[in-house]
């Protein structure tokens, strides 16, 4: 096992898989910092958008990709992200830092330094980290690591509640063929694409509640842990 302060724990899974909400709440039960690894490549279009940085200048933001300065703290519970010591946390969740977020995220020489600063800030131990390629490409040595997935219909009617307690009209066959095509894009894309780790411990969470799968997740980690 790596020489951490303490433990990493990997929680990747496809959309709507429930990944993110139980991430968070593992985190805050351990005390750990959650991370989004989705949120830091949001930092980092945020940056681009701020800079008036065209997302066909490949060149210029590889150059940016590599000097901007992320940084992770957590406050009352909750994950802050920093670019440049400055606090964008409420900042990253725009369409327009999405929209960016993803176009940038498919760019190889990207995703080689965004791994490599996720690397360098959860290198100590003590984070949470979900997305789609932790267990297999940003930490393979995490020492506990979990593939969340469930079915489409779940995920689907999962997003359909959210989208419909945030007020917007949503098509729930729609969001169907959306997550199906989701699905395609990320466990056929060129780099790190979407799959179990051979160590992970796979988890299908239709029909499970949050508490359901948070209490499975807290218990393997808790009679396997020594240092929590």
């Keep these: 096992m790596p020489n951490r302060n303490k433990p990493i724990i990997a929680i990747d899974g496809p959309a709507g898989s429930g990944k993110s909400t ?6 805050d039960r351990l005390g750990f ?12 279009a945020w940056k681009l958008l701020k800079e008036n940085i065209s997302l066909n200048d490949k060149n210029r933001i590889v150059m940016i990709a590599r000097s901007v300065d992320i940084q992770l703290g957590r406050e009352n519970k909750s994950t802050k992200y920093f670019v440049d010591g400055v606090d964008v946390s409420r900042k990253l969740f725009t369409p ?15 995703r080689e330094i965004m791994v490599e600063k996720q690397r360098h800030t ?8 979900e997305g789609r390629d932790i267990g297999t490409v940003v930490f393979s040595d995490a020492e506990y690591k979990f593939f969340l997935d469930a079915s489409v219909d779940e995920r689907a009617c999962r997003r359909y509640k959210e989208l419909k307690e945030k007020g917007e009209n949503v098509n729930l066959g729609k ?13 056929t894309r060129e780099h790190s694409p979407l799959k179990k780790a051979d160590d992970a411990i796979y988890m299908d969470t239709t029909g499970m509640s949050i508490n359901e799968v948070l209490k499975m997740i807290l218990g393997y980690i808790k009679t396997k842990a020594r240092d929590l």
Excluded: P, W
């Excluded at 989004?36 to 930092?43: D, I, S």
């Excluded at 327009?96 to 990207?110: N, P, T, W």
């Excluded at 290198?123 to 949470?128: M, Q, R, S, T």
């Design 122 to 129: 959860g290198f100590k131990g003590g984070f949470v980290l």
């Design 175 to 187: 969001l169907c063929e959306e997550i199906k095509l989701r699905d395609r894009e990320d466990f």
């Design 22 to 27: 139980i991430a968070r709440l593992t985190a």
């Design 96 to 110: 327009a830092v999405g929209k960016s977020a993803s176009l940038i995220s498919k760019m190889r020489e990207v």
């Design 33 to 44: 910092i959650y991370i989004n690894t989705g949120a830091m490549y949001r930092a980092l």
